[in-house]
């Protein structure tokens, strides 16, 4: 069995990754950190884990976690940075949920996250677990960067159109909206009920801590600079996002059906929706999938492209584990059967 360890256990996807390493046939969950909760049992904090986990969280301690086959970093920003190190050191390979190794400029970083990165000779050697792009190099990954919610869904729908250099890429537009979750589980005014419920708003639009990120995966594949105009927004709900994104097509006589099932044909997580049928983020919900639909309105010369996902799920632990089974040459879909949950 793999021996596993969640650092950062008490937040969302922490929780999310107990749930779906729990179905999973090849792992074993050997230690939980929480500082905050350190000494409380798992199923104490989280009562729909009982009879699952006989598990109690404990101090973030290296030589613990150093113990493990894979430790994941369920945790904010600037935690795994400075602990990631020693790990590595110790022959541990890493999936990082935060955004501490996405970028590989550690000034851009900076920038973006407010202060020094503390390990900023390990980005060059992260790499960004987007399977759908990487999935060669995720193979031999020792350090695992796992994609945060709003890329994914942004780079899954732009991905076909700019590796075939068929949109303008100075011109990209994306208008994501993601339920609550996706803001962690601190307790924020701003995400009560009474203040989120029965109501759309955007946040973020002067400039948003994703946007580097999904800037330089979307280069990336462009082969050239891409400019982004993103603006996120909040949804009433606790789970999903909905990116809807514009781009003008430089050849509008192409087959963009065909070239976007073509694409992820083979892809066990994507799924390109029939022609006029369009994403909801209810089919998605609990489930490693992303669902894409475009749309070329009245004929003209501008795509629609629209993504549904889980935040949870394949924009936050479910592509986690879909990384470590790459990782460890194992199905890639094991553990990561669930179906979305309906109504």
Same mark, same amino acid.
């Given at each position: 069995m793999v021996k596993v360890g969640i650092v950062g256990g008490t937040g969302y996807t922490g929780v999310e990754l107990l749930r779906l390493l729990a179905s999973h046939q090849e792992v074993e969950v050997v230690a939980i950190t929480s500082r905050a909760e350190s000494g409380r049992r798992v199923d104490d904090l989280y009562p729909n884990l009982r009879g699952i986990y006989d598990l109690a969280y404990t101090e973030p301690a290296p030589k613990t976690l150093a113990a493990c086959d894979i430790v994941f970093f369920a945790t904010p920003h600037n935690v795994a940075m400075n602990l990631v190190p020693e790990l590595l050191a110790a022959g541990t390979r890493v999936i990082d949920l935060s955004a501490d190794y996405r970028i590989r400029d550690d000034q851009l970083w900076?920038?973006?996250?407010?202060?020094?990165?503390?390990?900023?000779?390990?980005?060059?050697?992260?790499?960004? *677990?987007?399977?759908?792009?990487?999935?060669?190099?995720?193979?031999?990954?020792?350090?695992?960067? %796992?994609?945060? %919610?709003?890329?994914?869904?942004?780079?899954? *729908?732009? $991905?076909?159109?700019?590796?075939?250099?068929?949109?303008?890429?100075?011109?990209? $537009?994306? /208008?994501? =909206?993601?339920?609550?979750?996706? =803001?962690?589980?601190?307790?924020?005014?701003? +995400? !009560?009920?009474?203040?989120?419920?029965? /109501?759309?708003? =955007?946040?973020?639009?002067?400039?948003?801590?994703?946007?580097?990120?999904?800037?330089?995966? !979307? /280069?990336?594949?462009?082969?050239?600079p891409v400019s982004l105009t993103f603006v996120p927004h909040l949804l009433p709900m606790i789970r999903g996002i909905h990116s809807t994104l514009f781009a003008q097509l430089n050849d509008s006589a192409v087959d963009l059906q065909g070239l976007y099932e073509q694409w992820y044909v083979?892809?066990?997580?994507?799924?390109?929706?029939?022609?006029?049928?369009?994403?909801? #983020?209810? #089919?998605?919900? *609990?489930?490693?999938?992303?669902?894409?639909? !475009?749309?070329?309105?009245?004929?003209?010369?501008?795509?629609?492209?629209?993504?549904?996902?889980? +935040?949870?799920?394949?924009?936050?632990?479910?592509?986690?584990?879909?990384?470590?089974? $790459?990782?460890?040459?194992?199905?890639?879909?094991?553990?990561?059967?669930?179906i979305g949950l309906l109504p």
């Open positions: 900076s920038k973006w996250y407010g202060e020094p990165h503390a390990s900023p000779e390990l980005l060059a050697d992260a790499v960004y *677990g987007l399977p759908e792009v990487n999935r060669a190099q995720i193979v031999d990954a020792q350090l695992l960067a %796992c994609p945060g %919610c709003y890329p994914t869904s942004v780079q899954l *729908g732009l $991905i076909p159109l700019l590796s075939r250099g068929l949109v303008d890429p100075a011109h990209l $537009i994306a /208008s994501s =909206a993601s339920g609550v979750s996706g =803001a962690g589980r601190q307790a924020k005014i701003d +995400n !009560l009920l009474s203040e989120v419920s029965d /109501s759309f708003k =955007a946040y973020g639009v002067a400039g948003h801590r994703h946007l580097p990120e999904i800037e330089q995966g !979307l /280069s990336d594949v462009a082969g050239s083979d892809e066990p997580f994507v799924d390109v929706l029939p022609a006029g049928v369009f994403p909801q #983020t209810r #089919t998605v919900k *609990g489930a490693n999938r992303c669902q894409i639909s !475009l749309q070329v309105p009245q004929g003209r010369d501008t795509v629609v492209i629209m993504v549904a996902i889980d +935040n949870l799920v394949k924009g936050a632990s479910g592509q986690a584990i879909q990384n470590m089974n $790459i990782m460890l040459g194992l199905p890639e879909d094991m553990g990561l059967k669930q």
